[in-house]
């Protein structure tokens, strides 16, 4: 999963990419609103953490220009604690959850991950695709109540396509919200990942559309 973090305070920026690195999250950072604007239009992310209090342009002119631009992605604006009026803006201009500054992690990564679970149509933190439980606070997948094996990178295929399960994912998507940004794979390595996950947690799982990508269904 892609996250965007948008944070002109450098050491809370850095302290959230690293959690959300841990977690497994392809993780980016932008330190002004300009910059988060610019990356929010045009590029692909599966969510945006947006502090309202920003450099250059403000959050709540950022929420609102890609909201205007017709971007969906889920939005989780952060504010200071007594900026209630700031919150009551941001959710009418479109954010889809709120946290105030400062703000335990523990609590950042809960309600980031149920943006996300919502956006794929799951309610709860344990993604079940058939006989499949994928829990996504653990970091663990497990198939007729056995844990099954997987290294981080196939734990982090398997929750992206189970998040967007039914929607057909390309190798370009694979590698922009999957990899890390210092990896840059190429279509082998992604097919070679995509056979040893197959292999894992069952071929019928993960299906081919040959030209287009991989989808998971249930």
């Known amino acids: 999963m892609r996250i965007l973090v948008v944070e002109d305070e450098r050491a809370i920026a850095v302290d959230v990419a690293e959690v959300l690195r ?13 910059d988060a604007w610019f990356r929010g239009s045009t590029e692909d992310y599966d969510a945006i953490i947006l502090d309202l209090s920003l450099p250059k342009l403000d959050g709540l002119s950022v929420l ?17 604690r007594s900026a209630w009026l700031q919150r009551v803006e941001g959710i009418d201009a479109g954010a889809d959850d709120y946290l105030t500054k400062p703000f335990h992690m523990e609590e950042l990564v809960a309600r980031l991950g149920a943006l996300l679970r919502r956006a794929g149509g799951h309610a709860k933190p344990v993604l079940e695709i058939g006989d499949l439980h994928i829990d996504t606070r653990r970091l663990r997948a497990l198939r ?5 094996d997987l290294t981080p990178l196939e734990f982090r295929l398997l929750r992206y396509l189970a998040l967007n399960k039914g929607r057909v994912i390309s190798q370009f998507e694979i590698s922009e919200h999957v990899y890390q940004q210092d990896k840059e794979p190429d279509s082998n390595a992604i097919e070679a990942l995509v056979a040893r996950l197959r292999r894992k947690v069952g071929g019928e799982v993960i299906a081919t559309r040959r030209g287009h990508g991989y989808v998971m269904e249930a």
């Open 22 to 34: 841990g977690l497994g999250y392809v993780v980016e950072i932008a330190a002004d609103g300009e």
């Open 64 to 80: 609102q220009r890609l909201r205007a631009e017709g971007m969906q992605t889920p939005i989780l604006v952060l504010t200071a």
């Open 144 to 148: 007729d109540g056995r844990a099954i």
